[in-house]
C-alpha cells in the first residue's frame, strides 16, 4: 500500500494541509483531510469499493485517492478565489458520477470489449 499524499497550500494569509489516505478493512475507503492550524476543518471519506469491487488493484487505488485529493485542493482554492472576489465558486464539485467516469475513461476497455 502507498503511504497517501499530503500537500500544503497557501490561500492568502490562510495554510491548509490536506490529508489523503486509503483505508482497508473493515472500513475500505479514500479518506482526506483538511487541516487548518492544526485543526479539523473539512472531511471527504468516500468507499472505494463502490466503485472498484473488492479487489481493487494498488494503481486502481493510487489513481482514486490521487484524484480525490486533487479535487479537495481545487475545491479549496474555489473557495478561496470566490470569498475573494465576493462571489461563489461554481463547477467544482465533480461528483462521485464524474469521477467513475474519469476513472473508466483511465482504466481503458475492459478485457470483454477488446
Known sequence: MFPGFNTEID???????????????PDPAIL????KAGA???????NYTEVLG???????????AERQHRRVI?????EHAAAVDG??????????????VEFLDFKGPSEGSR
Open 11 to 25: 490561500c492568502a494569509k490562510d495554510r491548509f494541509h490536506i490529508q489523503t489516505e486509503v483505508m482497508g478493512s
Open 40 to 46: 479539523i476543518i473539512n472531511r471527504v471519506k468516500r
Open 32 to 35: 482526506t483531510l483538511v487541516y
Open 87 to 100: 462571489g461563489e465558486a461554481q463547477g467544482q464539485d465533480e461528483g462521485l458520477e464524474k469521477m467513475i
Open 54 to 64: 473488492d479487489n481493487p488493484t494498488q494503481e486502481e487505488l493510487r489513481y482514486l
Open 74 to 78: 481545487d475545491e479549496i482554492r474555489a
